[in-house]
């Protein structure tokens, strides 16, 4: 089923709140993940899967590396579930 | 003999164990003879056919004391050696090293053993995608050492002896290396296990090492009485912080007592069953090592595990490497309380001996009711057992499948 993007948003969040303690507020559609969140390339391999897990997409390796910012990974989530 | 080699003082100490989440609880809890041992709360039993339904647990919660996302990132091994690090190095006075001359040596006797079986179950259950990618940095052995040198900063060396039930006395004598041979002057040392999981309990039961006391679990670690018949799987950590007696007194540290000297010897004998003959080398080594004579050694916290041949072979080893000077000595097995932490035994043990010789007290070995008449020295029998004034030396024995004996001997402060 496919989710809207606010609610993306909030439910990576939550993976990102849950994997890595960063406050969800702080999980904001401009923010990069390495820059801004300090989250480190198995870390965001973490989110990647339970992101999988969670909105029933596939994200391949490929793509995680252009997945710089929050807003990335939200598009990119959407994009796969539509 | 040769003249003894420097000592090295103990300022440091913290443990996540059953007896309790710090050392204070625990040491408190050991004094009053707590037994630990209780039966799973879980189906394991009639789901598996698990011949053996009762452990020592730990009593906290590794995700009420670390912060959620670092704990996620650790397997319960980790988890526990961590927090008993930080309590070590927090009652050491968190002392200012560079880290170049920080090391940290924490054994286990197998690692991530939860980690590796969840994991798997991951893969068979919902495919190798959802595998959690931190496994590999989870499930390896040396993932406790890393994490506490990562956090102290420790540049030295980090380390992880593997030597089964040995592991965590042959880290406290690998750190005592380091800083005699001038590789550190401050070493972090310890064990940790944790595989209270239904793959240990079988195997361990299957090469009849366990107790089969089910029906009366509270009573079923018993060393030195008749009707032992096997260990109890335990779980836990315990770290002690090593420091050059310069360094130590440099600080104005308080030093609970001194590691004077180590024993460490291999059986060349079998996978699982012990040799006296190993055993006493490894303790007339650590014996040697301090420069001591039989006459100072005041207490042993023994390896007794509660098998039938172990807990009295064990006893002839220590005499025979006495030259039969036992009189003043007093035994315990403090795993009749805890149960046995495999790798993290011999580093538990470590700190009930410095606090036995801090506090002149040694902890009661419990639930004999019957002592083997074979028990050839005397036991804290159901009570702890007061220690002499004056100068004196605790040894520590933790014997592994393998046949790795190592003997640690402390000295009072």
Request: proline share 5%; glycine share 10%; net charge negative.
């Amino acid at each position: 089923m496919a989710s809207t993007e606010n609610e993306i948003l909030e439910g990576l969040a939550e993976i990102v709140n849950e994997e890595t303690g960063v406050a969800t507020e702080d999980v904001k559609l401009d923010k990069s993940f390495t820059d801004d969140l300090d989250i480190d390339s198995i870390s965001m391999m973490t989110i990647v899967v339970n992101a999988e897990e969670k909105f029933d997409v596939r994200i391949p390796d490929e793509e995680v590396k252009n997945l710089v910012t929050v807003g990335d990974a939200v598009t990119y989530i959407a994009g796969a579930q539509s | 003999m040769t003249a003894p080699r420097p000592r090295v003082a103990v300022t440091g100490l913290g443990t996540v164990n059953p007896l309790g989440g710090d050392i204070a609880t625990t040491w408190e809890n050991a004094l009053k003879g707590t037994s630990t041992a209780h039966t799973l709360d879980n189906d394991w039993k009639e789901r598996y056919g698990l011949a053996v339904d009762f452990a020592c647990e730990v009593t906290i919660d590794p995700f009420d004391v670390l912060a959620r996302p670092e704990a996620k990132k650790l397997d319960p091994s980790g988890q526990f050696a961590l927090i008993a690090a930080r309590e070590a190095w927090s009652d050491a006075g968190t002392p200012e090293v560079p880290g170049e001359r920080l090391g940290v040596v924490i054994g286990t006797g197998i690692g991530g053993v939860w980690t590796i079986l969840n994991q798997w179950d991951v893969v068979r259950e919902r495919g190798a995608r959802r595998v959690n990618p931190f496994t590999v940095p989870m499930l390896m052995a040396n993932s406790s050492s890393a994490h506490i040198e990562i956090e102290l900063g420790a540049k030295a060396g980090a380390h992880t002896p593997v030597s089964a039930c040995a592991s965590g006395a042959e880290a406290v004598a690998q750190g005592f290396d380091m800083i005699r041979s001038g590789r550190a002057d401050v070493v972090v040392v310890g064990g940790t296990e944790s595989c209270v999981h239904p793959l240990p309990l079988a195997g361990f039961a299957n090469i009849r090492a366990l107790s089969t006391r089910t029906g009366d679990p509270e009573h079923a670690s018993r060393p030195y009485d008749t009707d032992r018949d096997g260990f109890v799987l335990g779980e836990g950590a315990a770290v002690l912080v090593l420091e050059s007696e310069e360094h130590a007194a440099a600080r104005g540290a308080s030093v609970y007592a001194y590691v004077a000297g180590r024993g460490m010897a291999s059986d060349a004998h079998h996978i699982s069953a012990p040799s006296t003959e190993g055993q006493a080398r490894a303790v007339r080594e650590a014996l040697e090592d301090a420069g001591l004579e039989a006459a100072d050694v005041k207490h042993v916290n023994a390896h007794g595990t509660s098998t039938p041949l172990g807990d009295i072979g064990e006893l002839n080893a220590v005499s025979q490497a006495l030259g039969g000077v036992t009189d003043q000595l007093v035994v315990t097995s403090t795993k009749s309380m805890t149960g046995h932490l495999l790798g993290g035994a011999g580093a538990l043990e470590s700190v009930f001996s410095v606090l036995a010789a801090h506090h002149r007290i040694a902890p009661p070995t419990i639930n004999i009711e019957n002592l083997d008449p074979e028990t050839p020295m005397r036991i804290a029998q159901n009570a702890p057992a007061e220690l002499p004034s004056g100068d004196l030396a605790v040894l520590n024995n933790a014997f592994g499948f393998g046949g790795h004996d190592v003997a640690v001997m402390f000295t009072s402060a």
